[in-house]
């Protein structure tokens, strides 16, 4: 056996390798669109991580309250008779279901790390 816990060889750690750029990269280019803009942060001051995780969290919430507001006004206008897309309608109603669930999931995974650490200190 060879490769990485026994799978595959040279291709899968060629794949592995891109998709670990791949993250690389997308990591470098989430930072820069959440650099601070303007003179309100000084440039030697780094951002703090709590307040970088607070924004993701914001926007990844705002975002899943504006596929919500989609879906309901959709549902509105095809009951109403202005919408006479199905197909449109019911996904919209799927995309905010599954934003919902993962918003849910990611509440349960961070609800499980704080009473891991809670449960650290004791």
């Given amino acids: 056996m060879s490769g990485i816990g026994g799978i595959g060889g ?13 993250i690389l990269d997308r ?15 000084p440039a030697d001051a780094p951002a703090s ?6 924004d993701a969290l914001k ?6 309250k504006d596929s919500q507001g989609k879906a309901e006004a959709l549902t509105d206008g095809y009951q109403r008779g202005e919408v006479t897309d199905v197909a449109k ?8 279901g599954i934003a919902f669930e ?19 200190g004791v």
Wanted: glycine letters at 4%; a positive charge.
């Fill in 89 to 96: 309608v019911m996904l919209a109603r799927q995309e905010a």
């Fill in 59 to 64: 926007s990844a919430l705002d975002q899943v």
């Fill in 102 to 120: 993962a918003t849910l999931q990611v509440r349960n995974r961070l609800l499980s790390a704080y009473q891991d650490i809670m449960r650290m």
């Fill in 49 to 54: 991580p709590a307040g970088q995780f607070t």
């Fill in 10 to 22: 040279a291709g899968s750690i060629q794949q592995i390798m891109a998709m670990r750029q791949q």
């Fill in 27 to 41: 990591s470098q280019l989430l930072q820069q669109l959440h650099a601070p803009a303007g003179p309100a942060a």
